[in-house]
């Protein structure tokens, strides 16, 4: 207990501990990532999608027969209910793909066969189906707005290459199924970050997961948060050529911006998964003939840890993501939808976790302002009552 005389005020949350987690760990200093105890470079490496979302939400690498069910779960939900469908057909062309998403999420809950079931297993398999269909919600919108018919799901695709071929409406080939299935790796978890924790306060209260999902949709959608590898991509894009990089980096710090998918609460280095995904982004550059962008970004990229590593700012994973998705064919709008269907299994795991040892969170303001005002009856109040 403090007094009011002994508040420490914690702006932003700041090395905040809110919960105990066996989740994610990350050790900033050395670009160290791990997903309940395994590596994020053993998984990208080695694993799948769909292991990895198993991993983060039981604890543990599935047995077979696990992962099968586990599989199955995910893919009976590929496909939206048709209320869904039909609204997304409904939508201007210009909304934003993450507000779509955030909308069609917390639409879920109106068809959810759970009912008002609170417990962990409904609230679990909640979690499943959002997994399983927010690839098809963000294709299906991204289809329609360019004026052609939605593409049903395969039930035989993993996730990642579901969500190319409802994308592009063809299959995608080893090579594009695998860096998609890698990033969706990469961003699947990221310990307590602004949305997971958006997630758990919604949780807390003992709403549902629809809930705490789309709450953290609404978070990860800022600039400062998801919304960084778009930004990313647009300024690379905007600076054009190598050779200007170094330029625009000084003009970018000289004018106060911030340079996008650099720097990071936690990472203090290199983040991890920026590590991984530069040289993907180069073979993609290099298979897809969009190398000059790839060249422009790694550019960009020395230029500002040339500036910015003395104040511990470096590439995070939002600086090559962009690229990646980029070379993939992905609109540049729906990058943080894409980060946001990755994500989703961190979030489930996370809500899971803590609503197992549930306390409603509620922290508390330092309160600044008056005390006593006197209320005045509004014909008698003038421009400089007083309170
Ligand atoms: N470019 C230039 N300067 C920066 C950058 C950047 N990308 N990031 C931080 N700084 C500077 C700030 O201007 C500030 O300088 P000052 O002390 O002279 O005022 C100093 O570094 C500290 O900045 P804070 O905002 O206090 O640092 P914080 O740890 O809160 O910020 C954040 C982390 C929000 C990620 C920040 O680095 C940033 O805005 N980066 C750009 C956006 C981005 O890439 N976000 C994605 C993060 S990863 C993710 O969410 C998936």
């Given at each position: 207990m403090s007094s009011e005389n002994t508040v420490v005020l914690h702006k932003g949350l700041d090395n905040v501990y809110v919960a105990e987690s066996s989740i994610c760990y990350i050790d900033g200093e050395n670009s160290k990532l791990f997903y309940r105890g395994y590596s994020v470079e053993d998984l990208a490496q080695r694993s799948t999608f769909e292991e990895v979302a198993f991993l983060l939400i039981y604890g543990w690498l599935p047995k077979r027969e696990e992962f099968e069910g586990f599989v199955r779960t995910l893919r009976e939900s590929y496909t939206p209910p048709q209320e869904v469908l039909a609204w997304l057909k409904t939508l201007p062309s210009q909304a934003h793909p993450m507000d779509v998403l955030r909308t069609a999420i917390s639409m879920l809950s109106l068809y959810d066969?759970?009912?008002?079931?609170?417990?962990l297993e409904a609230n679990r398999l909640r979690g499943l189906r959002v997994i399983g269909v927010t690839p098809t919600i963000i294709a299906s919108f991204a289809r329609i707005r360019r004026g052609v018919n939605p593409v049903e799901p395969k039930m035989d695709l993993p996730i990642a290459s579901n969500f190319l071929y409802m994308l592009r409406g063809t299959e995608p080939d080893a090579f594009d199924a695998s860096v998609m299935d890698k990033a969706m790796i990469l961003h699947a978890e990221h310990e307590m970050n602004a949305s997971t924790f958006s997630c758990i306060v919604t949780a807390s209260?003992?709403?549902d997961m629809y809930s705490a999902i789309t709450a953290g949709v609404a978070t990860l959608k800022g600039p400062l948060h998801g919304g960084a590898n778009e930004a990313a991509l647009k300024y690379i894009q905007s600076v054009g050529s190598p050779e200007k990089a170094a330029e625009a980096v000084d003009r970018t710090l000289a004018a106060k911006q911030r340079i996008m998918g650099f720097g990071h609460r936690v990472y203090k280095n290199y983040d991890p998964r920026y590590m991984i995904l530069k040289p993907l982004a180069k073979q993609l550059g290099e298979r897809k003939g969009t190398l000059n962008l790839y060249l422009t970004a790694e550019a960009v990229e020395r230029a500002a840890v040339e500036r910015l590593s003395q104040h511990k700012l470096f590439p995070n994973v939002d600086f090559y993501s962009g690229l990646v998705f980029n070379a993939l064919?992905?609109?540049?709008?729906l990058f943080t939808p894409v980060f946001a269907m990755s994500r989703n299994a961190g979030w489930v795991a996370h809500v899971l976790e803590y609503l197992a040892d549930n306390r409603l969170v509620r922290p508390k303001a330092y309160y600044t302002g008056k005390l006593n005002s006197p209320y005045v009856e509004m014909d008698r109040r003038g421009d400089k009552v007083e309170g």
């Open positions: 066969r759970q009912g008002v079931d609170g417990g209260t003992l709403s064919g992905i609109e540049t709008d």
